[in-house]
């Protein structure tokens, strides 16, 4: 297995039965990011209306989402990270800061999820997707 897929909670597993200290495990760790700090630098010119239009939310959800005032759901993220091109990695360091469950391989709409993001498909690909197999689409019905 390539070391760079190998989960970081598995290679800080992998030090703890080596012997590591804790003092070495503690450098080793990672403190999540704020939301923020995660979609800002991926915004470029894009304000947080046009975020809000494309992933189907208002503009005060996400400023409510980008001050910490709310906690989006799941697939209110996961929208974002197809809005702005996030990487598997990217979106799952979203998903844990925003303190949502990660991606797994344990449920087949998330391995949907996965492949669409590593395969750069647009949302409205994803969606057919998902639909084909009969799962919830990410992005809502437009009334």
Not at 3 to 10: G, H, M, W, Y
Not at 87 to 106: F, I, N, V, Y
Request: aromatic share 4%; net charge negative.
């Amino acid at each position: 297995m390539n070391s760079d897929r190998i989960s970081k909670t598995v290679l800080m597993i992998e030090a703890m039965n080596s012997g590591a200290s804790l003092d070495e495990l503690l450098k080793k760790s990672e403190p999540l990011k704020p939301l923020p700090e995660l979609i800002l630098p991926r915004l470029r010119d894009m304000s947080y209306d046009t975020l809000g239009v494309l992933v189907g939310s208002s503009r005060a959800n996400i400023y409510k989402m980008m001050s910490g005032k709310s906690h989006p759901e799941k697939d209110m993220l996961l929208r974002i990270a197809f809005v702005l091109h996030m990487s598997l990695d990217e979106t799952q360091q979203m998903l844990k800061s925003a303190h949502r469950t990660p991606l797994s391989s344990g449920s087949q709409r998330d391995v949907c999820v996965m492949y669409g993001l590593m395969n750069h498909l647009e949302g409205d690909e994803m969606d057919s997707v998902l639909q084909r197999r009969g799962m919830d689409p990410l992005w809502p019905d437009e009334e």
